[in-house]
């Protein structure tokens, strides 16, 4: 897979806009990666990855390529936005698009900017919860429709998904997302054309005030206690979106000094793109010449085959075999040389499943 997109949601000045701003000034020139689309909601952002760092030090390259998170700041979500309200469904339709989640819900008090909702973070979070479930319901009402009539007609695909089918339309018609329905990989498999937007893995970014990492919030406890009882695998991240404006305008030392200084665990940022990959069961892998050095996005558990693919879509086809070291040998070896004489690389065939940090190279023919 060569590209992770993420799309940012959440109801109107809930600071969305704000974060994607922050994390556009650390974006790269898109033109690097030709599968990036350039738009101004689209903001492609390097995964933060110190292994790349340190293997650009040791190996001899002229250009070195970072893995990239696309995110996608998804504006006009409201209430009644499945039914076609405000940007409504052009709205949904770019979520149906992306990979991943990251839910932004206001948890900071600032009176000079309006909430557009009376309630309090829960009910936030639960009022686009409810649109989003309500716009899957009308797909998969349609869909069970189909289903049914492919059933009559005794087609055995479709006989064998209507239990599936009333199970999800179950989920949604109790307004929770279908990511919490227990599937396998089959049922997953019938579900994919669907591409349904509760069932796309999500991560909630709490936007908090400046000072969360000095003095706790009440309401993001509260927030949280809520999110976990109703689904105990949630993930929550909570992140400053003014703060991360304010820091992206310092340098690396300066910010690194402030981030220390409150206390807080590292760039909200990183942590937010390293989730996005968790998220996804993603791991990276590199491969270097003397002309480039690049980290590379693969889903856990991918072929060396795939994973050529990935560099060039002839790899895949005209695979032979994969030479391979992982980082931290080869970062105690310190050369591609010391390595290979060391007889520290590996020979890996097709059925080699590729893992974090490996360095490849693949051996194709014509
Ligand atoms: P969006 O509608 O979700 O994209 O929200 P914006 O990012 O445009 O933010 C709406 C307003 O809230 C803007 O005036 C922001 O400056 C302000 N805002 C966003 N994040 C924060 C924050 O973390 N703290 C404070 N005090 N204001 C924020």
Redesign the pocket.
Known sequence: MAKLSIGII?L???????LFQALTSIAVPAESYPFCTIEPNLGVVPVPDERLGRLAELVDAAKVTPAVVEFVDI?GLVEGASHGEGLGNRFLQHIREVDAIAH?VRL?S?DT?ARVSEGDAARDLELVETELALADLELVEAHAERVTRKARSGEREARDSIDLIRRVLGRLERGQPVRREPLSDEERRLLSGLNLLTLKPQMYVP?VG?DFWIEPQADFETLRAALLEKDPDAMLLPV???LEAELAELSPAERSEYLEAIGAEGAGLARLIRAGYGLLQLITFFSFNENELRAWTIREGTLAPQAAGTVHTDFEKHFIRAETIGFEEFERHGSLKSARDAGALRFEGKDYIVRDGDVLWFRTGA
């Open positions: 959440g109107p000045n809930a600071g969305k806009s704000t504006a932004v900071f600032d900017v936007n400046e400053s979106a003014r």
